[in-house]
């Protein structure tokens, strides 16, 4: 069965500092894999998404993934945190149904804090 | 676009009582997928419809749970009685067959249930 493991329930980072927040899937197939953030009493939004092709995508607010098929992980990086990145970041594999709609699988969740 | 609408946003109801959420989805979007997150269970999926139609509903945790979309743009979901292991927030997402697979939230319900 498919599945997503986020391994870090919680990080602190100091403002400006790199992030790195881990992931890992199981999935028999080529997965479709997300990164979804969700800022306290809102929503998920969507930060980046892989499909297929080149293994580096980028997304929104200045995060990028990188999927590593080898090691069945697909990371989330930011280069400089800002101090609006505090949030809980949501890893997710879709699971396709046969069609073309998608059923997603997320993990438990990483809590970023950012200290000033 | 509006993005996904749900209301209320906020809930707070007593025990037996019932409760009815709602959802407009993304104009378009022929998916519709109600969620549940709770601290102890994270996000958990309830039940999807694809074109109006439930397809997969092995996430509604029991017969007090109910959902319907009779049209394409609009779902429900109904929970009668209500319980207090029912409080958690209720996100609905809407998605387009034709790109499928990027599922668009809604800002959620919090439901309390006393």
């Known amino acids: 069965a498919q599945s997503v493991t986020q391994p870090d329930i919680h990080i602190t980072v100091s403002e400006g500092a790199s992030l790195e927040l881990r992931c890992n899937y199981s999935?028999?197939?080529?997965?479709?894999l997300f990164w979804y953030v969700q800022s306290p009493g809102q929503g998920l939004q969507l930060l980046l998404k892989?499909?297929?092709?080149?293994?580096l995508v980028q997304g929104i607010k200045g995060f990028e993934a990188e999927f590593k098929r080898s090691q069945s992980s697909f990371n989330l990086r930011k280069p400089s945190v800002h101090w609006s990145d505090a949030a809980e970041y949501f890893c997710?594999?879709?699971?396709?149904?046969?069609?073309?709609?998608?059923?997603?699988?997320f993990g438990t969740g990483t809590l970023l804090a950012v200290q000033p | 676009d509006a993005g996904v609408i749900q209301s209320p946003r906020h809930e707070v109801t007593e025990m037996g009582q019932e409760v009815t959420l709602r959802c407009k989805p993304i104009?378009?979007?022929?998916?519709l997928f109600w969620y549940r997150q709770t601290m102890m269970r994270g996000l958990e999926l309830l039940i999807y419809?694809?074109?109006?139609?439930?397809?997969?509903d092995s996430g509604m945790p029991e017969d007090r749970f109910s959902a319907k979309m009779p049209n394409a743009s609009f779902s429900t979901l109904k929970i009668q009685p209500s319980e207090p292991r029912d409080s958690a927030v209720y996100f609905c997402?809407?998605?387009?067959?034709?790109?499928?697979?990027?599922?668009?939230f809604g800002p959620g319900t919090r439901l309390l249930v006393l």
């Open positions: 997710a594999v879709a699971s396709n149904y046969g069609g073309a709609t998608n059923k997603l699988i």
């Open positions: 997402a809407s998605s387009d067959d034709r790109g499928g697979e990027t599922q668009y």
């Open positions: 999935y028999g197939a080529t997965p479709y």
């Open positions: 104009s378009g979007h022929n998916s």
């Open positions: 419809f694809n074109n109006n139609v439930p397809i997969d």
């Open positions: 892989y499909f297929s092709g080149d293994t």
